[in-house]
Every structure is written in structure tokens, then in C-alpha cells.
């Protein structure tokens, strides 16, 4: 029986084993439940210009790639124009947050359950480098909008996002006093200003040299273990009891 007993506990620490590694594979590779996303990630030899670089593993598929780069964007009817033109340098930045949400495959670990128009998920908190918000806000200082928060409060009654009534158009920095202020309000939280830098590892870069290999992939890669090991308390405390329930 005491044979019997053991190795019920090893094979209790093998499925237990799988579990984390299956858990923190998940993370890495996946793409979120949203209005446009793929089911599962893979190849698009034809995504569209600033998209590009997320052609060898995409959750995008070429048409949702073409979108990203409309003024009034067909995937959720928004209009980037709703205080005028915005500077090509501006825009350029939200092209290339809008390519890394719909077709990045690397955002597993900020993916969180939501109930709204945009998906059943989306992301929290997604770590940005310091030059993606800094750069981005420096670009879109002679740009103007009219609120604060993108994600809620437009006039949609023409079936396009407009400026709610009462405001004003207003120079970005006017809104977003600081690129922290962009990065995390713009889009509630959606994603988090970080003092880390590009290349080190620890956080997601909206821009980058495909031909270098996707960097995203080793940040992922860092979070991913991280609330795996946020777990382990809990597996190892399963683990204690074993010995009771054998």
C-alpha cells in the first residue's frame, strides 16, 4: 500500500507539473476574444504596412490590418479626425498601439475577461517601454482632441465616435498633461507607462525590427512566469495534503 501511495503522489506532482507548463504556454502564444481577433495565432504573409512586423505569428488577419490604418477606423467606427487632422507623426502612434492589440500574440499575461461592445476580453495594464509613451506624446503635442478618455463618453449618434457636447478641442497635452498620462488614460488603464527601456526584456514594445526577432515574445515570456509563480503557494500547498488524502 505504501508503493501504491507513492506513486499516487508522484503522479498527483506530474498533473500538477502540466498544469503550470500548459498555464504559462497559454500565456505566450495566444490571442484574446475580441470583435476581430483570430481564434489562434499564425502566419499573415499580407498584413498591412505598420503591421507588418507581427506577420510570421498574427491574431490579425490582412483586412483588420487595413483598417488600423483608416482615419475613421471600420473596426469600431471611431474617427480620428474628431477635432480635425490629426499630424501624420500623431497617427502614426495610433496605428501601431491599434496593430499591437489586434494582432499581437504576445499579451497573454494582461488579458482580462470584459463585457462590452469591443470583445468578450481585453488588456490591463500591458507594461509600454518608456520611449513608446514618451515618443508618442512628444508626436502628438500639436494635435488636438477633446477628451481625456477615449474608451467612453462619445456622441455616437451619427454611428461615428464625436466629441461629447460640452467639450473642447484642445492640444493633447492639454488632456494628457505627461506621456504617463497617455499611455494610461487614454484608454483606461489598457496599458501602463513603465520607466523600463526597449531591449531589456521587461516591457512590450509597440515598435520594432522584425528582422531582429519579435522582443514581445521575451517579455511575454517574463510576465508569464511571474503569475505562474503567484500560483505555486497554492500548488504547493495542494501538494502538503497529499500525504492525507492518499
Not at 490591463?124 to 506624446?137: A, G, I, R
Not at 505627461?178 to 523600463?196: F, G, M, Q
Request: charged share 15%.
Amino acid at each position: 500500500m505504501p508503493v501504491l501511495s507513492k506513486a499516487m503522489e508522484w503522479w498527483w506532482l506530474g498533473l500538477l507539473a502540466t498544469f503550470v507548463v500548459q498555464a504559462e504556454r497559454e500565456l505566450l502564444n495566444t490571442c484574446m476574444e475580441g470583435k476581430h481577433h483570430k481564434k489562434k495565432p499564425g502566419p499573415e504573409n499580407e498584413l498591412h504596412e505598420q503591421c507588418s512586423p507581427w506577420k510570421d505569428n498574427a491574431c490579425c488577419t490582412h483586412n483588420t490590418s487595413w483598417d488600423t490604418h483608416l482615419d475613421v477606423s471600420l473596426l469600431y467606427n471611431f474617427n480620428f479626425g474628431h477635432c480635425g487632422v490629426m499630424t501624420p507623426s500623431c497617427r502614426r502612434h495610433f496605428i501601431q498601439v491599434a496593430c499591437l492589440y489586434e494582432c499581437s500574440p504576445n499579451l497573454g499575461p494582461w488579458i482580462q475577461k470584459v463585457s462590452s461592445r469591443l470583445g468578450k476580453e481585453s488588456v490591463l495594464n500591458v507594461p509600454l517601454c518608456w520611449e513608446d509613451c514618451t515618443e508618442w506624446w512628444e508626436d502628438c503635442r500639436n494635435s488636438y482632441t477633446c477628451t481625456s478618455d477615449w474608451y467612453s463618453g462619445w456622441d455616437w449618434s451619427t454611428g461615428q465616435s464625436h466629441c461629447p457636447s460640452l467639450s473642447s478641442c484642445r492640444p493633447f497635452p492639454h488632456y494628457f498633461p505627461s506621456p504617463a498620462d497617455l499611455c494610461e488614460k487614454i484608454w483606461r488603464n489598457s496599458y501602463k507607462a513603465t520607466k523600463e527601456h526597449r531591449g531589456k526584456g521587461h516591457c512590450i514594445q509597440m515598435w520594432f525590427d522584425p528582422a531582429q526577432g519579435n522582443p514581445n515574445v521575451a517579455v511575454a515570456h517574463f510576465y508569464a512566469s511571474g503569475a505562474i509563480s503567484l500560483q505555486l503557494p497554492h500548488i504547493m500547498f495542494l501538494v502538503s495534503l497529499l500525504p492525507f488524502a492518499l
